[in-house]
Each structure stands twice: as structure tokens, then as C-alpha cells.
């Protein structure tokens, strides 16, 4: 856009040179405003990026995250393994099984324990529950941000099904702090599978539902196919995860890659599409949260009826020095966990690499060169939580 | 659904009202009269057909109809009611109010919640009082830079405008604020201001977001304008005028919805674009810009604006009817008399107030439609707005003139009906 716009400048002011008048040139500054999306504007969440908009194309993007930064690495090195759980739920409350999912998993390779059989498939219970909660509420804001009031309220109102399950498995409705290392904190309670499996079904009506009302809709479409594409290759090269990823037509699931605990006696499929733009990016977390239900309903059934759901662990466990490195699927991606120990009860030093921070890097990549008004869809669909990410 | 609180009697409710009442005529006889007498004993009391009209006299013309009738008779007739009052402001406020308490409870059953609850006891029927109250008990905060002069006056021509619109609605035969004969023209000529006041206050508001927002506005309202009037056109061939009372007496054997559907169409699309309804609310698109060029409106200047958008809403709704749906003609349901063997002067009319019937509820059925769109669309991007309005909706209306057109040269139909 600007440079051929640029070009045509320098041909007129060649032309105009020669019939000897004089000319002040514009700077190509000046027809380009600055607008500052972030921190205080209802599209943005806690984080900031600035663009240049020359008419209605954006030019310049520069993300800037680090808002809501909290210092959760540098916290964990002051606090012993069980400590750590309830504050490194904290950067994303919506899907608190899932952040401490891969950090219980790093710690027992550490300590060296296993997690009972009974535990693990709560464990992985929990993690769909919680997938489906922050995936509602992703598509709730994604709905708004696009201007559609309703598909604001209904994934939102849906989202306390799942909540109600939690609930009752935890005990808290967002904070769960229920992985913990060598299982889970409790049993499941009386009448749960019952529950669950009625609750799914009832959802997987409801998805119905979103279908018509949302994907379906033809301004929806228009809005959203053929916008921000994200080749194949750049998702690679640019290092995205999770439904970025697979909307980029990379069939890539942790949980299918390197199956953890149950998932490999789990059939299900990786979702993916190899249209590569903000639709296929918003669709993905919808069929996601299909398989999840069938996911759901495959644990419930391969469950064992009794057993111990946790390991009993010292007060203050110890392991052998060393260092391990797990991931699980979050909802936004990959997420995984380097912990290094140096043999006491405090980790030497934990790194957190979440999906969110991976994925805003495509954001400059896909903004410049697209309208403002596509700004919101583009920047949404990437499945981006700026809490996570700030860390 | 909780439609009422928990602890809601409705005997508590009549007990309270009651109440009210008794404490009102206690303090109007033990205050109010006694004031009114004093100042009636300074002041020379007037005089009417001969008469001193003494307080007494007075109050026993509210209750005689054969005196009270001329003098209301005589109020609803003048210039200033009927812009006022009647068909003019206060009908078209009192509809404002109206739907913006139908459209919250709407949206709200729409999308699985309960909406407005509390205030008011039943249903929140009264939240929108509440709102008006906290609008106007808050603070209006002046950028600082901004363009002072016009920051203050444009959301009162805002309203002034839309108030200017409903004037021209003819609501029941006879009843209209200002019968013109180019009363469409005017119509359009007084809506294709409120582009300019966007921009004006966008552009005194000194900041970014409402600019992109005026702009907005303004690509959309011209984008709209051309298909808007051509729709409107078809009307103008079909009856042969321009004057809106006349538009209404042309269809009374049928409705030119039958013959100009498209043109129907088009017309209801572009009042969702002059309107920045969803799915064409871009100037106030929130998550891009926002809210455009409201964004640095604060307290009464938002309610006004508020106000002025609605009272639009009814002007648009009113015009589709008057176009397309005939205007007050519907079955007469209403009965010649209602004091049977009253001789003095009436003040009933059973052809106005059966107009006014059916006008008033095919407008709210039309309202309801402008509504609904807002809980089932997402917003549309400028381009696809600016190719829908330039591409298809005026090939749309000039597809449906040019039958309408070759109607009338066929000899199919005359101005007024069919042949």
C-alpha cells in the first residue's frame, strides 16, 4: 500500500520539478496515525499494542505485553514444590487445572513418584473439564469483539455447566489448585459420572446451537474467511501453538505427540484446517471442544470404580538433583515446564514457556497490511491470554 | 424465571399506592389550595364569556364536559400541541422510551438472561427512569483541547434534529404536525444532517478514536443515502406524491408492500445503516474504536444523544409504515360513540383513534424488526458495507422502480389502486 503509494509520489514530484515549481514534499509520516490499543480499550485485554493506520490500513504493529507481570518463575524458587501450586494457577484462572497439569508432571519425574491409575484419569477428567471452561470463555470475548451480543451471553452462561462440575470435583469454581504432585487433592464426589455425562450431552446440543447462530452466519464468514493468513510454513518458522497451529493446517496435539499419562488409551482425533485464516483459527477451539466431550465421555467410561487417586508424599519432599521438562495441551497450546533441582526441597530455578506468549508473536506478522476493522478478529483468534503470557 | 422479587405482595403494592394518593390530597387541601386562594386574593381573576371565572367556577369546569370540551378542543388543535405533544415530540419520546425498555428485555430473553428486573418492582419497568436520573446526576467531562462551543451544542442540535423529523409523521387523518407537500424531501433533507453532526463532535472532541468514528459515519451515511431515496422513489411513482398523508390515502385498497418489495427490502437495510444498528453499527464499534464518536461523551450528553437515536429509530420505522405498510388504514374497531346520546361538542374522532391504533402497532412491529438483527449478527467490516450499499441495494431499488415503472406504463395499476 504505501509503497506504491510512495512510488506515485516521486513520479508526480519528478513531473513537477522539471516545470521548475517548487514543491514540499509530504512525509510519509504525516498521513499515517498512531493509535495506542491498549491498556484502557475494550479490545485489547491487559495488554497494549501500538499501530499506525494510514486511512484504514494498519502499517505498524508493535506488541507490547509485560503489563500484568507477576514474577511467577522467580517466585517458585523461594517456595517448596507443594507451595508453588496454588500462586502458578494464577496467571490463567480459567484454565488452572491445565497450568498446573505439566508442573505436576515435571515435579513427580523430579521426586520420582508415579501418580495412581484412578488419579491420572481424574487428573485428565479435570483438564477436559477445564478446557471446555476457557474455551467458552475465549469464544464468549471472541463473539463481542466481533459485535455479537449473543454469542457473548450464551458461552458464558454455558461456561457454569462445566463450572458446576468443577465445582463439585474441587471445590472451588476457578482456583482449583487440585493437580498437585503424585495425584489429585481429593476423590470425585458421589453421583459425578452421572452428572458429567448429562451435562455433556447437553452441551454437544448446545454446540448445535453456536454452529447456526455463529459460524454459520454469513456476515461472520465474510468477516473472517480469507483474513489474516498464516501460511504453513510461517506458523512454523514463527513457532505458534495449540489451535493457531492446527489452523494453519499443521495436525500438531501434544496430547496425540507425546501422550501423557492416560491419553494414549484415549481415541480421539487432532482437529485441524488448512484454510489458514482468523475462521479457521476461530473454529478450531469449537471442534476442540466437540472431541472433548467424546474425550470426556471415553474417560468416564475407562475409569477404574476404587483406588487411591494420590500418593502420599512427605511434608516437604526432596528429590535427587536434576532437572526434567513436560508439557501437556493447554487451551492455548503447548505448555510446558523446565524445572532444575538441586536436591533440596525448593526448586533451583523454574521456566515457563505457555502457548499465548508463542503466538503473539505472529501478531505484527498478520496485523500489517490488514483493515482496522479486522484488528479485533485477527488479534483474538489467536487464542492469546495476556496474563499467561506476562507470566 | 423470577419475573418479580421474592418478597413481592401485590396487595403491598395497591396498600402502597393508596398511600400515595391519600397523602397527596391531604397535603394539596392542607397546603396547595389554601396558597392558590391567597394568591387568587392579590391577583384580579379572569374573565370568560361574561363570567369572573372564581376558583370554584374553575373547578367545576374540570368536571362539566360541556364546558371542559371546547377548551381542550381548542388546546389539541393549536400549532404548538401538535409539535409538542401529540403527534410531534412527546408521542415519539414516550415510543422512544418504550422500545428501548422492549428492546432490553428483547435482547435479554434472546440471549438466556432476565434483562431489567429490580427497579420499578414488575419486570423493571422502570430502569429507564432510574437511568435518566444517574445520566443526568453525573458529570460531563470536557476533553481537555476540545473544541469547546460545538463539544456543547452539537448533542442538543442532535436531538433538535431528530425532534424536527417527527413532525412530519402523519400519525391519524388530519393529524400532523406540518402537512407539506414535499414532506418525503423534507425528510431526507433533514436526515442527511446527522452525518455532518457526527462529524462536527467527532471532530471537536480532539482525539483519535471519535474521528475514525465521524468518519465512519459519514462513508456509511453516504453510502446509504442514494439506495434510501431511490427505495423511497418507487413509493413516490406508485402514488403520485410527495406529501406523506397523501402516500397513506393511496394505498387504501392495498398496500405497496404487495408491489415493491424490494424496494421494501432495501429500504429496511438502509435504515439499519442510517441508524448504526448492528450489524452496521461501525461508527460505534466498540473492540475496534471504542465506542467511535460517542467515545468522549460522558452523563446527559450521551443521554441525548441516546434520546435522538431513538427518536430517529421511531421516525424510520414510521416512515416504512407509512411507505410500504398503509400508513393508520386497518378495520375500523374502534365504535362511533362512546356516551351514547352526548350532544355537545366531541372530542372523540372513531376514524383518528382507530388510525392511531394501527399505526401505533404496526410502527412497534417494525420497530421490533430494526431490533432483532442485533442479537443474531456480528458487526460487517467498511468494505463489505460500502460494496453493499453501492453494488447491490441500488441495483436492488432500480430493479424494483423499473417494475413498477413498467406497471404503471402497462396499465396495470394507476396511482391510488388497481386498474
Redesign the interface.
Known amino acids: 500500500m504505501t509503497n506504491e503509494f510512495s512510488e506515485s509520489l516521486e513520479k508526480k514530484l519528478e513531473e513537477t520539478t522539471k516545470l521548475g515549481l517548487e514543491v514540499v514534499k509530504e512525509a510519509t509520516e504525516d498521513r499515517l ?1 498512531k ?1 495506542s490499543v491498549g491498556p484502557q ?3 485489547s485485554g491487559h495488554f497494549r499494542f501500538t499501530i499506525k493506520v494510514d486511512g ?1 490500513y494498519i502499517v505498524y504493529c508493535d506488541p507490547d505485553p509485560g503489563y500484568v507481570h507477576r514474577g511467577e518463575e522467580k517466585m517458585c524458587e523461594y517456595r517448596n514444590f507443594i507451595q508453588n501450586i496454588p500462586h502458578l494457577e494464577r496467571p490463567v484462572i480459567h484454565d488452572s487445572t491445565n497450568i498446573t497439569y505439566s508442573y505436576s508432571l515435571a515435579v513427580e519425574e523430579l521426586l520420582g513418584i508415579e501418580v495412581p491409575r484412578r488419579g491420572q484419569f481424574i487428573r485428565a477428567i479435570a483438564s477436559e473439564l477445564n478446557r471446555q471452561v476457557y474455551t467458552l470463555y475465549w469464544l464468549a470475548i471472541y ?12 458461552p458464558a ?1 454455558d461456561r457454569e455447566l462445566f463450572i458446576d462440575l468443577l465445582t463439585a470435583l474441587t471445590g472451588a469454581r476457578v482456583t482449583h489448585a487440585f493437580n498437585i504432585p503424585g495425584g489429585v487433592r481429593n476423590d470425585i464426589p458421589d453421583g459425578f459420572k452421572e452428572k458429567c455425562l448429562e451435562y455433556v450431552n447437553y452441551f454437544e446440543k448446545r454446540l448445535k446451537e453456536y454452529e447456526n ?2 459460524y454459520n ?1 454469513p ?2 464468514r ?2 473472517t474467511e480469507n483474513v489474516g493468513i498464516l501460511t504453513k510454513d510461517d506458523a512454523i518458522n514463527l513457532g505458534v501453538t495449540g489451535s493457531v497451529l492446527r489452523a494453519s493446517g499443521v495436525a500438531y496435539d501434544v496430547r496425540k505427540v507425546e501422550p501423557y499419562d492416560v491419553y494414549n488409551e484415549i481415541d480421539f482425533k487432532v482437529q485441524y484446517m488448512k484454510t489458514c485464516d482468523s475462521f479457521a483459527r476461530a473454529y478450531v477451539p469449537f471442534l476442540d471442544m466437540r472431541e472433548s466431550c467424546h474425550i470426556i465421555r471415553q474417560l468416564l467410561d475407562k475409569m477404574p470404580e476404587s483406588g487411591e487417586v494420590r500418593m502420599k508424599l512427605q511434608s516437604n519432599p526432596k528429590g535427587t538433583p536434576g532437572e526434567s521438562y513436560k508439557r501437556v495441551e493447554s487451551g492455548r497450546g503447548a505448555l510446558s515446564y523446565y524445572i532444575v533441582s538441586d536436591g533440596s526441597s525448593r526448586p533451583y530455578r523454574v521456566k515457563i514457556s505457555v502457548g499465548s506468549f508463542r503466538n503473539i508473536l505472529a501478531l505484527p506478522h498478520l496485523l500489517v497490511g490488514s ?6 478478529c485477527i488479534y483474538w483468534a489467536l487464542n492469546y491470554w495476556p496474563v499467561e503470557a506476562d507470566r | 424465571m423470577a419475573t418479580a422479587p421474592k418478597d413481592f405482595r401485590f396487595g403491598n403494592f395497591v396498600g402502597s399506592l393508596v398511600w400515595l394518593i391519600f397523602w397527596i390530597i391531604v397535603i394539596v387541601s392542607l397546603v396547595g389550595l389554601p396558597l392558590i386562594f391567597i394568591i387568587f386574593f392579590y391577583i384580579p381573576l379572569p374573565y370568560s364569556n361574561g363570567e369572573v371565572i372564581t376558583p370554584y367556577l374553575f373547578l367545576s369546569m374540570i368536571v362539566d364536559p360541556t364546558r371542559t370540551a371546547p377548551i381542550i378542543k381548542f388546546i389539541i388543535h393549536t400549532d404548538f400541541f401538535r409539535a409538542a405533544v401529540f403527534p410531534g415530540f412527546a408521542f415519539a419520546a414516550m415510543i422512544a422510551a418504550t422500545t428501548i425498555y422492549v428492546e432490553r428485555k428483547f435482547l435479554a430473553k434472546m440471549q438466556l438472561r432476565t434483562g431489567p428486573l429490580y427497579a420499578g418492582k414488575i419486570e423493571g419497568i422502570l430502569q429507564l427512569i432510574a437511568d435518566g436520573f444517574k445520566l443526568i446526576s453525573k458529570e460531563i467531562i470536557a476533553p481537555s483541547g476540545a473544541d469547546k462551543p460545538i463539544f456543547w451544542t452539537t448533542p442538543i442540535i442532535f436531538v433538535a434534529t431528530a425532534a424536527a423529523l417527527t413532525v412530519l409523521i402523519p400519525v391519524a387523518p388530519g393529524w400532523v404536525g406540518a402537512d407539506l407537500d414535499v414532506g418525503l424531501l423534507a425528510i431526507f433533507a433533514i436526515l442527511g444532517f446527522f452525518p455532518l453532526i457526527a462529524l462536527l463532535f467527532s471532530w471537536s472532541c480532539n482525539s483519535k478514536y471519535p474521528f475514525i468514528g465521524g468518519l465512519r459515519a459519514l462513508h456509511q451515511m453516504i453510502a446509504f443515502e442514494i439506495p434510501f431515496i431511490l427505495s423511497a422513489l418507487s413509493i413516490v411513482l406508485l402514488s403520485g406524491s410527495l406529501n406523506l398523508t397523501d402516500i397513506v390515502e393511496s394505498q387504501y385498497s392495498f398496500w405497496f408492500f404487495i408491489i415493491a418489495p424490494l424496494s421494501a427490502f432495501v429500504f429496511y437495510i438502509s435504515s439499519l445503516a442510517e441508524l448504526e444498528r448492528v450489524p452496521f453499527d461501525l461508527p460505534e464499534a466498540e473492540s475496534e474504536i471504542v465506542a467511535g464518536w460517542l467515545t468522549e461523551t460522558s452523563g446527559m450528553i450521551y443521554g441525548l444523544i441516546q434520546l435522538g437515536t431513538y427518536l430517529k429509530l421511531y421516525v424510520l420505522a414510521a416512515l416504512f409504515v407509512i411507505l410500504f405498510l398503509g400508513g393508520w388504514m386497518g378495520p375500523q374497531i374502534f365504535p362511533q360513540e362512546i356516551i351514547p346520546g352526548y350532544t355537545g361538542e366531541k372530542i372523540y374522532n372513531a376514524t383518528v383513534i382507530n388510525g392511531i391504533f394501527w399505526f401505533t402497532i404496526k410502527t412497534f412491529g417494525m420497530i421490533m424488526l430494526i431490533l432483532l438483527p442485533r442479537g443474531i449478527n456480528p458487526r460487517i467490516r467498511i468494505d463489505i458495507l460500502l460494496h453493499t450499499g453501492w453494488y447491490k441495494l441500488i441495483v436492488l431499488a432500480f430493479i424494483n422502480m423499473f417494475i413498477v415503472l413498467a406497471m404503471i406504463y402497462g396499465g396495470v395499476i394507476t396511482p391510488g389502486g388497481l386498474q
Open positions: 496515525m493509535l480499550h475494550p479490545g484504514d463473539g463481542i469483539f466481533l459485535g455479537h451480543s449473543t454469542m457473548f451471553m450464551w452462561g447462530i455463529f452466519n456476515l461472520f465474510q468477516r483493515r482496522l476493522g479486522d484488528m479485533p
